[in-house]
């Protein structure tokens, strides 16, 4: 979802930032000038990571352990791409803990994989 979401955004950049502020100003919503900071290539860059990053898992399945060495930078770089782009101060907390425990369980089965 977050490949096709990322993708579609940076395709139609224009049309995003018009809906959002449409939402903002409709819902009353504080915080969302945020999300218009990202540039196109913000979109694009992780929605390129996040092709990666199921090109990974989909060579895991396989078996291949190549998949997981993919999956696993594809991770790290989605974790700092928004410290690059956005110029936040550090990653987030869920999003490491999330990828951190993927990575680990994925990387336990690393035996199995050829």
């Known amino acids: 979802m977050n490949l096709f979401s990322s993708m ?5 950049y224009d049309s995003y930032t018009e809906i959002v502020m449409m939402f903002a100003e409709k819902f ?7 999300m218009l900071e990202a540039k196109p290539s913000f979109f694009l860059v992780t929605g390129l990571f996040y092709a990666g ?6 060579l895991m399945f396989r078996m291949k352990k190549t998949g997981f060495h993919v999956y696993t930078i594809c991770q790290i770089l989605l ?3 928004p410290m690059y ?3 936040l101060p550090s990653p987030g907390l869920f999003e490491m803990l999330f990828t951190g425990i993927f990575v680990l369980l994925y990387g336990l089965n690393l035996k199995f994989m050829t």
Not at 8 to 12: E, Y
Not at 28 to 34: Q, Y
């Open 53 to 58: 990053s199921l090109s990974g898992a989909t």
């Open 79 to 81: 974790i700092l791409a």
């Open 8 to 12: 579609f955004i940076a395709a139609f």
């Open 85 to 87: 782009f956005l110029q």
């Open 28 to 34: 009353d919503l504080s915080g969302i000038e945020a």
